[in-house]
C-alpha cells in the first residue's frame, strides 16, 4: 500500500469569541489517496468548509488549529510558517470555492488571472503560461479555449465561471484539491457535467479531491468513500457503496432517508426532528442524542470512533439496519 497523500488526524479548529469556544472541528481524522475522491457531507454548520479552510490554513481570527496534524506527502502542515505555507498553497494543495464571483478578479482577464496563478509558484514566458491557461480550459470543458482567455469573468456564464475556477486550481496540478460546493447554485445538467469531468481528471492527473456538499445524492455520484459530519465530528466514514447501503449511524440513516428519491410518489419526505445544536453550547455526550431515536443513558458518554472493516462510525447504538439506497 502506498502512503495517503493527504493525512488528518486529530484535527481540531476553534473559534475563540466573547460568547465561548466555538469548536467548528474536533477530533477530525481520515486519509486520501492518490486519486481517490471523498465526499465531505453533512447540514449547514456541521463544520464541512471550516474542515476545508484547515487542510490549507486559510482560518482567520479568532479561529486557530489548536490540536492534531495535516500531512501532506509526509510533510506536517500545521506547524509550517506563513510563507512556507503559501509555497505549498496553490501548488500541492488547492481550493475551489463555492462562489467564482469572488474568485475572480471582473478587472482583469481570465488570461491574466490565471498567468498570476502561474506566475506565484512558476517562472514561465507568457506564451508558455497561455498555452497551459489554454490547455487546462480545455480540461474543463471552455470551447475556443485560446480565445476565451482574452475575454472577462462577466461574459462567462455562472457554470463557465465555476469551470475556470475549477482550472485555475488545477494550474499546478496539485497533489489534493479541495472543493467546497462548487456546483451548488448550478443548473441539474451544468451540475452533471462538471462531476463526471472531475472524475476524469482525478482519474487522469492522481490528484485526490475532497467534495464539500451538503447534498448526498450529488457528492454519492462522484466520491468513492464518504465522510459524514455533525457537529464539527466526523460521524460516519467509509466506501460510498457500503455506506449508502448500510448506514451505522442514525444521522447517516436520517440523510439518506430524506433524499426525495427515497420517498413514494405523494407521500411527505422524511424528516430528522429537531435542529442542529448550537456549537457554542453542545450536549453533553453524544451531540445528536437530542434528536436520535436509539439513544439511551449510554449516550451521555461522547462515543469514540468505532473502525471495522475499513468503516467507522461514532454511535454506541449503531442501526445496523438496511434503510440504505442501492449504491
Not at 506563513?82 to 481570465?110: H, V, Y
Request: net charge positive; aromatic share 4%.
Amino acid at each position: 500500500m502506498n502512503p495517503p497523500v493527504l493525512s488528518v488526524k486529530n484535527l481540531a479548529t476553534h473559534f475563540f469569541t466573547r460568547a465561548g469556544v466555538v469548536k467548528a472541528v474536533d477530533d477530525v481524522s481520515f486519509d486520501l489517496a492518490e486519486g481517490e475522491i471523498m465526499g465531505l457531507v453533512g447540514e449547514s454548520g456541521s463544520g464541512k468548509t471550516v474542515t476545508g479552510f484547515s487542510l490549507l490554513g486559510l482560518v482567520d481570527a479568532p479561529g486557530r488549529i489548536v490540536e492534531g496534524s495535516v500531512k501532506l506527502n509526509g510533510t506536517e502542515l500545521t506547524t509550517l510558517s506563513g510563507p512556507e505555507l503559501r509555497k505549498r498553497r496553490g501548488r500541492e494543495i488547492s481550493m475551489i470555492f463555492q462562489d467564482p464571483i469572488a474568485t475572480l478578479n471582473p478587472m482583469l482577464t481570465i488570461g491574466q488571472q490565471m498567468q498570476m496563478a502561474i506566475d506565484a509558484h512558476e517562472r514561465l514566458s507568457k506564451r508558455a503560461a497561455m498555452s497551459r491557461a489554454a490547455e487546462f480550459l480545455t480540461q474543463v470543458g471552455i470551447p475556443s479555449a485560446q480565445a476565451r482567455l482574452r475575454s472577462y469573468p462577466h461574459e462567462f456564464s455562472g457554470g463557465m465561471r465555476q469551470r475556470v475556477a475549477i482550472a485555475i486550481a488545477l494550474l499546478h496540478r496539485p497533489a489534493v484539491l479541495v472543493a467546497d460546493e462548487p456546483t451548488t447554485a448550478l443548473d441539474v445538467s451544468i451540475q452533471a457535467q462538471i462531476l463526471f469531468q472531475m472524475r476524469d481528471l482525478a482519474a487522469q492527473t492522481g490528484t485526490a479531491m475532497i467534495w464539500i456538499s451538503h447534498d448526498l445524492a450529488v457528492v454519492s455520484s462522484l466520491a468513492s468513500k464518504l465522510a459524514v459530519m455533525y457537529a464539527g465530528r466526523i460521524v460516519e466514514q467509509g466506501p460510498t457503496a457500503k455506506l449508502l447501503r448500510d448506514p451505522r449511524h442514525p444521522y447517516t440513516a436520517g440523510l439518506i432517508a430524506s433524499l426525495p428519491s427515497m420517498a413514494k410518489p405523494g407521500t411527505p419526505l422524511t424528516q430528522i426532528r429537531g435542529t442542529t445544536p448550537s456549537l457554542l453550547s453542545l450536549p453533553e455526550g453524544c451531540p445528536f442524542a437530542p434528536r436520535c431515536d436509539y439513544r439511551t443513558d449510554a449516550c451521555a458518554q461522547k462515543p469514540d470512533m468505532t473502525l471495522s472493516e475499513g468503516r467507522g462510525w461514532r454511535c454506541f447504538h449503531p442501526t445496523g439496519q438496511d434503510v440504505g439506497i442501492p449504491a
